[in-house]
């Protein structure tokens, strides 16, 4: 018996973010983080708010669910959380998603190294900026990147920074010299998770990407990066679960 | 003396669409095209509108121009058309590239082959649905793809349909159950490519990225793709040269 805190079990839909921008995906979300980001957008997974939604699941149950719910349409999985890399049980699952064939993505803000990190097929690595109130341990960044040098080529890893503001900027910078080998994304911050006005989102949110795009573009310590926005927020705006 | 037939070179910007979506790159668009696609948002490569703007131009002279525009800041170019796999003599202007360190991410319908495919890091094979006007010769296709079974590890290779309407997307599966192995995008297309209003633009076309995702989250046949709008129409409307 080896449970693990799911929060949310969803899909099929599209990964808004990041690497597999676009891809076609179930989602597991797990419940619990060591961070409390300012600007946390699944804060439900760990302020308390969401707590009577957390369901102790063996990994079979949760295979079980994502079958319920995606059929026989999906082959892409993605863990997110919450931190999910504080569950060093977390393999039981990625072992029966593998053995089903499914590809497996998943994102940890870096504060925490597990060995199963080398089973994910694109994992990201998110650092959180100054705008978080979070204070990145570099020591234990430098540790979770140089074990990952040992990583196959069939897997992707990838930085991610979120940028709501120019010293995030500078720490995205900071994060990209550091790691110049890891391929590097700039996400536009989202500042209001909450409103429901779509229209007004989407033109607030397509204005920050344009203006995190002339930054960079301009830019040449930034030769290589991508900048994206995040896709869902586009089409959902602050709706959950989709 | 190997002069190529150039439309606009412009950036740094980001690459808007496809399998490199968000990058910085910095854009050579040649003149020329053997199809003409109905919904065409290039057309002026090809239509003789825009043949006042066209430069023969020698790989340096292109590379000249990149640096004078783009300076230290990028490694990144992609060449898009028209169709530039018509030019035969394009290996010169790789060649440069390639001496530079810059990685080439290139864009052809699959009508036709070139032997510089191999030297493309981001190749995007772009078959055009029905809603064109034009037919695919599935014979040249069988053979590009083929032919690029021999790349190397460093060589990425996407097939890319664009979905207007309900056959295109019948178009698109057809493409992916043909070469399944070929990661595949699905791209929402641009049904007004004229319109200057750009509010009604995003939200017109919000509307039917949703719509594409929604059937194909649904779509068993389906199970491994990735579903994209093209950016650049977001942020910047139908502008040309961003
Ligand atoms: S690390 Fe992620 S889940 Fe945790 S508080 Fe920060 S944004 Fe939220
Ligand atoms: S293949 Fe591309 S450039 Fe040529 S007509 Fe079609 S859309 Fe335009």
């Given amino acids: 018996m080896s449970k693990l805190p799911v929060m949310e079990i969803f899909g099929p839909t599209i990964q808004g973010e990041g690497m597999v921008i676009g891809q076609k995906t179930m989602f597991v979300r797990?419940?619990?983080?060591?961070?409390?980001?300012?600007?946390?957008?699944?804060?439900?997974?760990?302020?308390?708010?969401?707590?009577?939604?957390?369901?102790?699941?063996?990994?079979?149950?949760?295979?079980?669910?994502?079958?319920?719910?995606?059929?026989?349409?999906?082959?892409?999985?993605?863990?997110?959380?919450?931190?999910?890399?504080?569950?060093?049980?977390?393999?039981?699952?990625?072992?029966?998603?593998?053995?089903?064939?499914?590809?497996?993505?998943?994102?940890?803000?870096?504060?925490?190294?597990?060995?199963?990190?080398?089973?994910?097929?694109?994992?990201?690595?998110?650092?959180?900026?100054?705008?978080?109130?979070?204070l990145t341990n570099f020591e234990i960044l430098d540790t979770i990147l140089d074990n990952l040098k040992a990583r196959t080529m069939n897997q992707n890893v990838s930085l991610k920074v979120v940028v709501f503001n120019d010293e995030d900027y500078l720490y995205a910078k900071k994060v990209h010299k550091r790691y110049p080998d890891i391929p590097i994304f700039l996400q536009v911050g989202n500042e209001d998770s909450r409103t429901t006005d779509d229209q007004v989102l989407i033109s607030r949110l397509l204005d920050k990407y344009q203006w995190l795009i002339d930054k960079a573009m301009l830019d040449d310590d930034l030769q290589n990066i991508k900048v994206l926005p995040q896709l869902h927020t586009y089409v959902w705006g602050n709706k959950r679960g989709v």
């Fill in 30 to 134: 797990t419940a619990g983080c060591d961070y409390s980001c300012a600007w946390c957008d699944s804060a439900f997974t760990w302020d308390g708010t969401g707590k009577d939604s957390i369901t102790q699941m063996e990994p079979e149950q949760i295979w079980d669910e994502l079958k319920r719910l995606g059929g026989n349409g999906f082959s892409f999985v993605t863990i997110s959380g919450g931190n999910p890399a504080l569950l060093k049980n977390l393999d039981g699952l990625i072992k029966i998603l593998k053995q089903n064939d499914i590809k497996v993505c998943l994102e940890t803000q870096g504060s925490k190294w597990q060995d199963w990190f080398f089973q994910i097929d694109e994992l990201t690595i998110s650092p959180k900026p100054p705008s978080s109130g979070m």
